[in-house]
């Protein structure tokens, strides 16, 4: 543990200022660099160490397959899909240079309930966007219809004891300015029991 009072001010910053970037464009961060990111992430909190996950990155050319599978989605939950709808959902597997999909794998324990396994993957995502945002890239986690789909989970080779939980895309951010609003620890945060 590195005991660093400005890298722990500096972390603590850059946590507090992350925000999603929808909008993304070449390059993904190089092999190297997501390397580490993967790496680094992966210390994600796991009950028992169970490591009930994995992920897939998509990339360059082989993104032209998810959009074949957003396609088939598409088609499957909406025979009647206008031209349009079709080509918009093909274009979405384009949105960043490099997508994540993160999906629980669930093991069977007695003492870790699928939803915490569900929420140590959701941790591992957390950490890929915090530190490639270190990095000076942006990503955004995406779940929605293409989450649930049976269309897309069969594609992506999903078995039966897994689901996804979420696609994460990955890019250089074409805005880097988009204003956040602050939170503030009060509103959410209260001691217990006494109050003030
Ligand atoms: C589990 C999960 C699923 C999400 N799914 C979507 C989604 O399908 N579409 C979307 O626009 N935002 C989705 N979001 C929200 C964005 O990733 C992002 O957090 C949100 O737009 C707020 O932006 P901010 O992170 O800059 O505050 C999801 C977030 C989480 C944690």
């Given amino acids: ?10 972390v603590t910053q850059l946590i507090g200022e992350r925000r999603s970037h929808p909008r993304l464009e070449e390059p993904a961060p190089d092999f190297e660099v997501l390397d580490s990111i993967f790496s680094a992430s992966l210390r994600a909190p796991d009950h028992m160490h169970l490591r009930p996950w994995r992920f897939l990155t998509i990339s360059g050319d082989d993104r032209k397959h998810l959009g074949e599978l957003f396609v088939s989605h598409c088609k499957d939950s909406n025979p009647n899909a206008q031209q349009k709808e079709v080509d918009s959902a093909y274009a979405k597997a384009f949105r960043a240079p490099l997508i994540v999909v993160g999906i ?11 939803i915490e396994q569900a929420i140590a993957t959701g941790g591992v995502m957390n950490n890929i966007g915090l530190a490639a945002y270190a990095h000076g890239f942006g990503s955004v986690w ?17 078995i039966e ?3 996804i939980i979420g696609f994460l895309y ?3 951010p074409t805005n880097r300015d988009r204003h956040i609003r602050p939170l503030v620890a009060g509103d959410f945060f209260s001691a217990w029991p006494n109050n003030g």
């Fill in 1 to 10: 543990m590195i005991l660093d009072t400005e890298m722990g001010k500096q």
């Fill in 104 to 114: 629980a794998s669930y093991k069977s324990h007695p003492k870790v309930p699928d």
């Fill in 142 to 158: 995406r779940t929605g219809a293409h989450a649930v789909s049976q269309v897309i989970k069969q594609g992506l080779s999903l």
């Fill in 161 to 163: 004891n897994e689901e």
């Fill in 170 to 172: 990955l890019g250089t």
